[in-house]
């Protein structure tokens, strides 16, 4: 029986070129060691996907690494792979937007997008623009956005200024802080990001339907399946049961919901429809950004 699926994958990888403060992935440093046991592992994952087209299966897929992954040649490649392959609809990174990109180009702009963060303090704001502007020009669809702290907010009105009307610009809900925003920031921010409300709550999730475990996997850079990134559970090994045998109705375990990656995939919610085939990389169905490629 084949199947549409989507693959959050996750490797091995857990460093990052920036050192933001609030981030735990800035503070470690890979080992060779690690690093080729990631590429390693990503070459394993590319073999099973190349090999799920005989299966019949079409197939979503979405790079959320720990710390940033397009500074390594593998996590290029790969999307560059990817991208051009008949059987995936989608092949989409969250990525800090720093690495040049020169090799933005040989992708395959009807499939390939980017979630891009912008990190106030670790990059300049015209940097960033101008990376956003690259692939906007390549007609490559992007988000992008940031964490809502309150020293943030100038930086996010101008990010929100100079990007293209038609790029979405999303704020992440601080939430590590009870009742964060008064309701004039919250009415700020919704100002920038329409739908900041969304991301502001956390959803009751226990016992809900959701699509995570049935059309949705979380898979390891060891193989390993979870339903969900915040569900503890494993259900299966890639490398050892089919896309099939993963399969099942699984509703959540978990209290709440709260990360965006998580909640949208909730079957009683309206995010599938608000965001249509760019749910992954966040772009709601009111913003259809590079509807053609700009030849420069």
Not at 31 to 41: F, G, H, I, N, P
Not at 204 to 219: I, P
């Amino acid at each position: 029986m084949s199947m549409q699926a989507t693959i959050y994958y996750r490797g091995k990888l857990s460093s990052c070129n920036y050192s933001c403060p609030y981030c735990p992935f800035s503070k470690t440093v890979d080992s060779k060691e690690t690093l080729m046991q990631d590429r390693q592992q990503l070459a394993q994952f590319m073999e099973w996907v190349r090999q799920q087209e005989y299966a019949g299966h079409q197939l979503s897929i979405f790079f959320n690494p720990y710390g940033e992954a397009l500074v390594h040649a593998w996590y290029r490649e790969a999307m560059i792979e990817l991208s051009h392959m008949s059987h995936i609809t989608k092949v989409a990174i969250q990525t800090n937007l720093s690495v040049k990109l020169d090799w933005t180009a040989q992708l395959n702009p009807a499939k390939a997008s980017f979630w891009a963060t912008y990190h106030p303090g670790q990059v300049r704001e015209d940097r960033f623009i101008a990376q956003g502007m690259t692939l906007y020009k390549q007609g490559i669809v992007f988000s992008a956005g940031t964490v809502g702290l309150r020293e943030a907010f100038p930086a996010i009105h101008q990010l929100r200024a100079k990007l293209p009307e038609d790029v979405y610009v999303w704020v992440n809900a601080f939430k590590d802080r009870p009742r964060y925003y008064s309701e004039a920031e919250i009415e700020e921010l919704s100002g920038i990001d329409p739908y900041f409300r969304d991301n502001l709550q956390d959803y009751d999730s226990l016992g809900q339907a959701c699509r995570a475990g049935e059309h949705v996997f979380y898979v390891q850079g060891s193989g390993i399946v979870k339903r969900c990134y915040q569900d503890k559970r494993v259900i299966g090994h890639l490398y050892r049961h089919s896309l099939e045998q993963l399969s099942q109705e699984r509703p959540c375990q978990m209290k709440t919901c709260g990360c965006y990656i998580g909640y949208i995939h909730m079957k009683d919610q309206p995010f599938a429809s608000l965001y249509g085939e760019r749910l992954l990389e966040r772009v709601p169905q009111s913003y259809r950004n590079l509807a053609k490629p700009v030849h420069i």
